[in-house]
């Protein structure tokens, strides 16, 4: 069966700090990738998916980056963060289109 | 362009009556309809999907919806609530522009139940 793993769970960092989460699939070849962000009482954002290795899509200017350096593996990144990236950071997977998504456990970012 | 309003961004139930969590959806294709569960600081959950077989959809923990094309509809409900269903609840389309795979979410109905 298919499994995903994100860490670290909780992460409290100051502003101007650098940010790397990590997100595993296991179980699957070739998912589609993506990250999303929740604020506090918000709906979810879509923040970058990726279809296959090196292959990331951004769907809203930021701060932040992500890479693909595995077919399993995704990762959000940032050089600096600032307040406003506090949230809940989700990862998730598919199968490919129309079909659904598969989220992680979450990872609670607090910038102070 | 695909879309999906959920009708209430909140509801409030005593354990053990029935649940009506209403979603309409606005899509040119056939669409993939999902609705999901989130527990407090927690991952999403799904609880059930639509992919164009039958048209009453069940899921898991007593949940079931039913796509109505007539009306854009797909409601979740549920004949009896527990205490356990306090949540927030996601309708969702999916995306059929593409093969990114990528989800439309509603704004979530937050399910509030009272003993």
């Known amino acids: 069966s298919q499994t995903i793993h994100q860490w670290p769970a909780t992460l409290v960092q100051p502003v101007g700090s650098p940010l790397s989460l990590e997100c595993t699939v296991e179980g699957t070849s070739n998912p589609n990738l993506y990250w999303y962000r929740q604020a506090a009482g918000r709906g979810l954002q879509l923040l970058f998916y990726s279809v296959g290795i090196g292959q990331i899509s951004s769907e809203v200017p930021q701060n932040l980056s992500a890479s693909r350096p595995q077919d399993r593996q995704f990762i959000l990144s940032s050089k600096k963060l600032l307040l406003s990236d506090s949230g809940f950071y989700l990862c998730?997977?598919?199968?490919?289109?129309?079909?659904?998504?598969?989220f992680g456990p979450g990872t609670r970012l607090t910038v102070l | 362009a695909q879309s999906v309003t959920q009708l209430d961004s909140h509801v409030s139930v005593s354990e053990g009556t029935p649940v009506l969590l209403r979603c309409n959806y606005s899509s040119s294709y056939s669409p993939s309809l999902f609705w999901y569960v989130q527990h407090p600081n927690k991952g999403l959950q799904l609880l059930l999907k639509?992919?164009?077989?039958?048209?009453l959809v069940k899921g898991i923990n007593g949940f079931e919806a039913e796509f109505k094309k007539s009306e854009t509809s797909f409601h979740l409900t549920k004949p009896s609530a527990h205490m356990s269903d306090a949540a927030e609840y996601f309708c969702?389309?999916?995306?059929?522009?593409?093969?990114?795979?990528?989800?439309?979410f509603g704004q979530g109905t937050t399910l509030q139940v009272k003993p």
């Open positions: 969702v389309v999916s995306d059929q522009s593409g093969n990114t795979g990528k989800l439309i």
């Open positions: 639509y992919t164009s077989a039958a048209t």
């Open positions: 998730a997977w598919s199968g490919g289109a129309g079909h659904e998504q598969f």
